[in-house]
């Protein structure tokens, strides 16, 4: 949502109850998207940001109420800091195919693809000047595993940007060797609605087929 707040729906009780953003984030700061992991902890990305809240820290009243300051963590760009978020603005969550318990993948509207380790709180980036990453403007990045697929390999995202879509093949690393990544790139000329995608619009089905929306339609497709 817009103006820096959440808002929750209980379906039992039919109550509705808002939360304000930390102070920290500026009063015009939009939610772009959502994560809750295994161990309850909701991610937040913001357009200034993003947020790692405990679940059961967040109180939610028919007032808004603001995020205790000692009850989430702000991750945003620090210049000096080569391993920080490289953008703010945070347009979506994937955790990692392979270590979701320690990684998970953000997409940035500038500064790329930014894997965060949970365990070091490093941030690694990938870009269009650094790796095959087609884009610098990532707009939704889904899981590409297919469960109706027999002995297909859970090792792969896809990504929408700016220029097509791109599909991450993830390679673990061999007896302690640091993992590695390969970018395969699609465009228009693939069969794609356009070049160009857009905030928001994208979902995996059931059935695990895809689904990013750009300036010209949606692109649905089993990986």
Known sequence: GGNGGLMRYEPATEKIGF?????QLGKDATIFDLHLDARQNLWIG??????????????????????????CQIFQTEPANPHSLRYNLVTSFCPDPLEPERYLWVGTKGGGLNLFDKTSGKFLHFTTQNSDLPNDVVYGILPGNNPEAEGQSANTLWGSTNRGLFRLTILPGEKGAARTYRFRNFTALDGLQDDEFNTSSFARAPDGRLFFGGVNGLTAFYP
Not at 19 to 23: A, D, Q
Request: charged share 25%.
């Open 19 to 23: 939360l304000h953003l930390p102070k």
């Open 46 to 71: 913001t357009s200034n940001g993003m947020i790692r809240v405990v679940l059961a820290d967040l109180k939610f009243g028919e007032i808004p109420d603001e995020i205790p300051n000692g009850s």
